[in-house]
């Protein structure tokens, strides 16, 4: 693979060369490297311009930092610290209220797995403070969607930006899950498919067949294996800017190095071929590598290497990688990708119906026309 000199810049989404010293201060393993890097970061930064994408994984930073002897400076250090401990408050009484959901969701007959930040903090990280969640993903199994979102109304949950009556089959079946608010201040991200880009009926089969059990919070559940969890994140980190791919890229290091026995590689390669999500995994892969010291198998990543990607998977992840909020079309070329996955079964002015709840094509064109000009 050629990494160009320009190739992971933040015009493409990656982090800039500040973001990327503080990542190898997180999981370089060399004393003398560590500190000197983390001398040269000190340099350039001080705690009043620290972006929120690096603050938000100082924590784990500091946790290398202190292994390694470096020299920080205490009133950075005693702010990481603070830190840590709100987060660690904030993740316990998060996870303790999904639990409570989880449960009741297994009480009504409901399947469950929890997905992205929930297990990553239990199964990797292993300390609460390490790693902030807005919110807990719940997976349920997709021909339970709409029977799961009527009980959670029943529980006084409600859907965010959609009323309850535009929840039917023709939204399952183009999109991959909602957020729902409870009065009481919590929020899900409930899901019936892991995947924006995969939302076909058997999309998640595999995934819940090669699922593994864990304990969250005291109630019973299930996660991703390490080489589905390791695809999610790969993949769900192309999906957006700002802070996320840099949090995202920490998860993918903490995956490597506490899975180098337990990880299918050849798992995640199948898995990528045939969701054709090969680039978004190829590339963040080649990054942790070049950059970081990761461990990739050569003959695994000699098959990423060498494995062809059609143009239009090219173009959507090119676009995918840029600010596109900012951008006049913003969200809706997103839109096309997700509908050029599904189109086997219905045509763009369908899917669009369907997504936005909307009744006709004119009701959607104009749908489209106002989201359009809000950019300007």
């Not at 190898?24 to 560590?34: D, H, I, P, R």
């Not at 023709?170 to 899900?188: A, C, M, N, Q």
């Not at 026995?261 to 990528?272: F, T």
């Not at 969200?331 to 219905?346: G, K, V």
């Amino acid at each position: 693979m050629n990494h160009g000199k320009n190739r992971y810049t933040t015009l493409d989404g990656w982090p800039d060369e500040q973001q990327k010293l503080l990542l190898q201060c997180a999981f370089l393993t060399e004393s003398s490297q560590v500190c000197h890097i983390w001398e040269q970061w000190q340099s350039h930064n001080n705690r009043s311009r620290i972006d929120h994408a690096s603050r938000t994984i100082l924590p784990i930073v500091l946790q290398n930092l202190l292994k390694h002897g470096a020299n920080i400076d205490p009133a950075l250090q005693k702010n990481i610290q603070k830190q840590y401990f709100h987060i660690y408050i904030h993740n316990q009484r998060l996870f303790k209220q999904a639990a409570k959901l989880i449960h009741q969701l297994h009480q009504a007959g409901f399947k469950t797995m929890v997905l992205k930040g929930a297990p990553l903090t239990l199964q990797y990280y292993n300390k609460l403070g390490l790693r902030f969640m807005s919110d807990v993903d719940i997976l349920i199994p997709t021909h339970q969607a709409l029977d799961c979102i009527a009980f959670m109304s029943k529980l006084a949950w409600k859907p965010v930006s959609r009323k309850p009556e535009k929840f039917s089959v023709d939204y399952v079946t183009v999109s991959h899950g909602h957020e729902f608010h409870h009065p009481d201040g919590r929020k899900i991200d409930l899901h019936w498919h892991v995947l924006h880009e995969c939302c076909r009926p058997d999309s998640d089969i595999d995934f819940w067949d090669a699922a593994i059990p864990i304990n969250f919070s005291g109630t019973n559940t299930n996660a991703l294996n390490p080489a589905d969890q390791l695809l999610h994140i790969c993949v769900h980190s192309a999906r957006f800017g700002s802070s996320i791919p840099l949090r995202s890229l920490v998860d993918v290091l903490i995956i490597l190095n506490q899975s180098p026995i337990d990880l299918d590689w050849i798992r995640l390669l199948s898995q990528a071929k045939k969701r054709k999500l090969i680039l978004p995994v190829r590339e963040t892969l080649f990054y942790v590598l070049k950059y970081l010291n990761a461990t990739i198998p050569e003959h695994i990543s000699k098959q990423f290497q060498v494995t062809s990607v059609a143009k239009s998977q090219q173009i959507e992840y090119c676009y995918k990688r840029q600010d596109y909020h900012h951008k006049k079309l913003g969200y809706f070329p997103i839109m096309i990708f997700d509908y050029l996955r599904l189109r086997y079964h219905m045509g763009l002015w369908e899917y669009l119906r369907r997504f936005w709840g909307t009744s006709n094509k004119r009701e959607s064109l104009r749908f489209l026309l106002r989201t359009v000009l809000k950019k300007h």
